[in-house]
């Protein structure tokens, strides 16, 4: 149960984002148009993502040596580290909510969605390297806790942003609602980022 716990904390943290693709999604609730299908597609994109990267390494693990172990923890603290001083330059920026109302077929949408989750780089930096990584020594069943933790923290996400964004839009548009968010991560992240340093330490 504590993978499962570890694994949603983990996916939430780097989920909540304002990047573009959370900016479509909350666009598409507040403009009231197919927001099920744009929620669905995110988190359906997530869920096969994450489970890719998990199995990725899960099948390539017994080929690692220490040398590659370290050094994929490494760039592991590479990315983390990025990850929360981004984070922290967040903090001082506004966000520009972009809402014109024009009209768009279902099938548009589906590929639009597609597009902003598959063609956004940071999707596959944080689903299949991060957490296929960060799970890498677990055991095969604590790995699929793991990402199915990771995963319901997607479809609950998007599924809230968007129909948040519906119902309560200066909720979603409110910025110090993120920075309060955002004040969370950084101090999760760099939780983590110091157990896989500590680990890091104990392969030398």
Known sequence: MEYLILGFLTGLSLIFAIGAQNIFVIEQGLKKQFIFLVCIVCSVSDFFLIFLGIFLFHSFH????LLVEFVLNVLLIIFLIYFI???I???RLTTNFNIKFKKITKLQIFFKTLGFTFLNAHVYSDTVFFLGNFSKNFLLNEKIYFGTGASISSFLFF???GYLSKNFSIYAKNENIWKYIN???IAFMTILTTYIIIETLVLL
């Open 62 to 65: 017994h080929h690692f040596n």
């Open 85 to 87: 001083i981004s984070k």
């Open 89 to 91: 330059q967040s903090l």
């Open 159 to 161: 599924f809230g942003l």
């Open 183 to 185: 004040f969370f991560i």
